[in-house]
């Protein structure tokens, strides 16, 4: 069993595709979606309905799912339909108009209730994910196991989870400093975003070709930023499944008309 960590879709479903054809993943592997599956692409109910499908796959709440929700539940509030709408929601909005009216509700009823936070042992290694990545002034549970990962995600507060940006990239220290603690997996913020927000990364966020990859945040590593960019579309941005039991990743860029 394989587990394979992927975020920040952005509505790029024919990319996230491409993804899973070359990773073929088996019903027995994990999969896990950190959010942002829709807005700004093509076909971000596209990238819904895919991921809902997936056999075991867990997605989490992502900011732009949270923008949607509160757009929907507040329709006479006009700034939440302006913050969705800057933010690329115009591609899902339309895209749900054009489902059966039960179809898209149960499609935002699945959404309304995913997780904003997940973990995973993967050998001796805990990992902790979040949309956004975490307050790391947060409590430290006395040992790191399933009972205290659960605790300290908890613990954190929901706007954090989705929202977080510079408190936690930019922090001098994860949450590994002794090399003993979790590594936390987290998007939300394009990789190239942190040459100039965190404090250490292991590569440059940009390859040669000058698309977005993924990199590992802090003197520890412990940090993983794996959004790389796909919201930027052709030339910048691509899909990224990491496989966490050797790091492993498998990239496809974002193609013209997709």
């Given amino acids: ?53 997936l056999p075991g796959a867990v997605a989490l709440m992502g900011n732009h799912e949270d923008l949607m929700l509160s757009c929907i539940d507040n329709r006479d509030d006009p700034l939440a339909s302006m913050n969705w709408a800057i933010n690329g929601g115009a591609s899902t909005s339309d895209g749900l108009e054009a489902l059966d009216v039960d179809e898209a509700n149960d499609l935002l009823n699945w959404v309304a209730e995913l997780p904003r936070s997940a973990f995973a042992r993967v050998g001796e290694q805990l990992f902790l994910m979040a949309h956004a990545g975490v307050r790391l002034d947060a409590p430290v549970p006395e040992v790191w196991d399933e009972e205290g990962a659960q605790a300290y995600l908890l613990a954190q507060e929901p706007e954090d989870l989705t929202w977080i940006r510079e408190e936690f990239w930019g922090a001098e220290k994860g949450l590994a400093a002794d090399g003993s603690g979790p590594i936390v997996i987290a998007g939300h913020t394009p990789t190239p975003y942190l040459e100039n927000m965190a404090f250490s990364l292991d590569r440059p966020p940009v390859s040669d070709d000058g698309l977005a990859r993924m990199v590992r945040v802090g003197e520890e590593r412990d940090r993983w930023d794996i959004d790389c960019g796909a919201a ?27």
């Fill in 1 to 53: 069993m394989s587990t394979y960590v992927f975020s920040d879709v952005h509505g790029h479903r024919a990319t996230l595709e491409r993804v899973l054809m070359r990773v073929s993943p088996s019903d027995d592997d994990r999969i896990i979606c950190l959010g942002d599956m829709i807005d700004r692409g093509p076909d971000p109910v596209g990238v819904l309905q895919l991921v809902r499908a």
């Fill in 232 to 258: 930027g579309g052709v030339g910048f941005g691509q899909v990224l499944m990491v496989r966490l039991e050797d790091g492993e990743e498998f990239y496809e860029p974002v193609l013209e008309g997709e």
